[in-house]
């Protein structure tokens, strides 16, 4: 059974940061592609990032020199660190995994969230 697992989440002021984290069990984590997903309310589930089995990475444009993800197969583990958060990064943030043979999509596997909110 593959558990999904983030933490991490906050509520932070603008211009600050925060590292989200993501477990993974039971699949080989090496062998799979990782994302970051974020939904606000009221809007779609939108992709912030992936890092692939690879690590090779990919942002949104709206995240792109202020969002790092990185992954440590060690740990199973996936992190996403966010700096420069704006108001509009206020969103549920899931992790997820998917297949290494699907560029950054079909993600099968996703946790229950965790919420992050920017003050302004």
């Known amino acids: 059974q593959v558990q999904v697992v983030e933490s991490g989440g906050g509520l932070v002021q603008a211009g600050g940061s925060l590292i989200l984290s993501c477990t993974v069990s039971?699949?080989?984590?090496?062998?799979?592609?990782m994302a970051w997903f974020r939904q606000a309310p009221g809007k779609e589930r939108e992709g912030v990032s992936c890092i692939r089995w690879t690590s090779n990475t990919y942002y949104a444009d709206s995240v792109k020199g202020r969002f790092t993800i990185s992954r440590d197969n060690a740990k199973n583990a996936l992190y996403l660190q966010m700096d420069s958060l704006k108001p509009e990064d206020t969103a549920m943030y899931y992790c997820?995994?998917?297949?290494?043979?699907?560029?950054?999509?079909?993600?099968?596997?996703w946790g229950q969230g965790t919420q992050v909110t920017v003050s302004s």
């Open positions: 039971g699949l080989k984590f090496a062998d799979v592609n």
């Open positions: 997820a995994a998917g297949p290494r043979n699907a560029y950054c999509k079909n993600f099968a596997y």
